[in-house]
């Protein structure tokens, strides 16, 4: 890959992208920056497409990039602009100010890149990990029924049914409130591990068999707040993209839950993901993704899911600003947690 070949690969992606249209060699060749003519663009395109950075959609068309042709141009092509004081000034009015809720500024984030790139938005919050266990709550709502309520410190509330092969006393209950609330008020969830989890299963059976489905109700609670939330907006953005298969988008909302393992794994900067590298349900489409923190840790991530031929240029910098400055508000203006984030091209397939 000489140096002329990758100025044909940037131009043909930036051409798609403009027009959503195939790119043929003399729409290449007219541009001020390709110095050579249309044949020799033509020969070079065709060897672009021999490594598969491009392909011909049809016999007699122009060429379009494949996620191979995006991967490149996003991690050694591209040069995106710094956003202006205006542009900055518009994320912040749509974002707010420092008085915002946490909740609320990652929501105001959300339908910021959505109405701004017209793309459907992801938001993920690890908070509840990094909180600790402050209240666990057993309350009979009918007969052999109970209900536990597990409350965080961050003010997550997570609540399960529980069917018991007979109703409690009072004594009994008592008891298994009494002693789930002294082995697990104040834990960390991050620390909740399967072996601190099976020795009061057993010390509860121990006492009372019978016992046993209201542990497994908190056991499966506590590992619901150890995973990130997932929030996917703007559904009806995708669905309404001639780019993509409707169907793999009905599939992907129903099923939104998966991205829940790729975007719990740690990296730095944005993550630029394609579904056709079998990320996630839709084949035709990306990724943008960036983690915010708060006080230095992993809060959450941030980003949008629209087609693969999306402005690469213009969304990965609104996704950074806004991740930095929800990471700056979180964490009451300390500027050390802008300045301690990674390159925002420290990208990761």
């Not at 105001?108 to 993920?124: D, G, I, M, P, Y």
């Not at 995973?227 to 995708?238: A, F, I, M």
Request: charged letters at 25%.
């Amino acid at each position: 890959m000489d140096d002329r070949k990758l100025k044909i690969l940037a131009a043909v992606v930036d051409e798609y992208i403009r027009t959503g249209e195939p790119v043929g060699s003399k729409a290449v060749a007219s541009q001020s920056h390709i110095n050579v003519s249309a044949a020799t663009v033509r020969n070079d395109m065709a060897m672009l497409e021999q490594l598969g950075y491009l392909e011909q959609p049809h016999t007699s068309a122009g060429r379009v990039p494949t996620f191979l042709g995006y991967r490149l141009y996003i991690d050694q092509l591209m040069d995106p602009p710094d956003l202006s004081d205006e542009e900055k000034l518009r994320l912040d009015e749509m974002l707010g100010g420092e008085d915002t809720p946490e909740e609320l500024l990652v929501q105001n984030a959300a339908a910021a890149l959505t109405e701004l790139t017209h793309c459907a938005a992801v938001v993920t919050n690890s908070a509840p990990r990094f909180s600790v266990i402050s209240k666990v709550e057993v309350i009979p709502t009918g007969k052999r029924l109970y209900v536990i309520l597990l409350i965080t410190s961050n003010g997550s509330i997570k609540n399960k049914a529980c069917r018991l092969e007979f109703d409690l006393s009072h004594e009994q209950l008592d008891f298994f409130t009494k002693y789930i609330d002294e082995n697990l008020h104040g834990v960390s969830v991050e620390d909740l591990s399967e072996e601190m989890l099976d020795k009061i299963v057993a010390a509860v059976s121990a006492y009372m068999v019978s016992l046993s489905p209201l542990v497994k109700g908190i056991c499966e609670l506590s590992e619901d707040l150890r995973h990130q939330e997932l929030t996917v907006s703007g559904g009806e953005k995708l669905l309404s993209c001639d780019d993509l298969d409707k169907m793999e988008v009905v599939r992907f909302i129903e099923r939104k839950d998966e991205l829940s393992e790729l975007l719990e794994e740690t990296f730095s900067g944005i993550r630029v993901r394609f579904g056709a590298e079998g990320g996630f349900a839709i084949g035709n489409s990306s990724m943008i993704v960036s983690k915010y923190r708060k006080d230095g840790k992993e809060a959450g991530s941030l980003g949008i899911i629209g087609p693969m031929r999306v402005d690469y240029k213009k969304i990965i910098p609104y996704v950074e600003y806004l991740t930095q400055k929800i990471s700056y508000l979180m964490s009451g203006g300390d500027d050390d947690t802008i300045a301690g984030t990674a390159d925002p091209m420290d990208q990761k397939p």
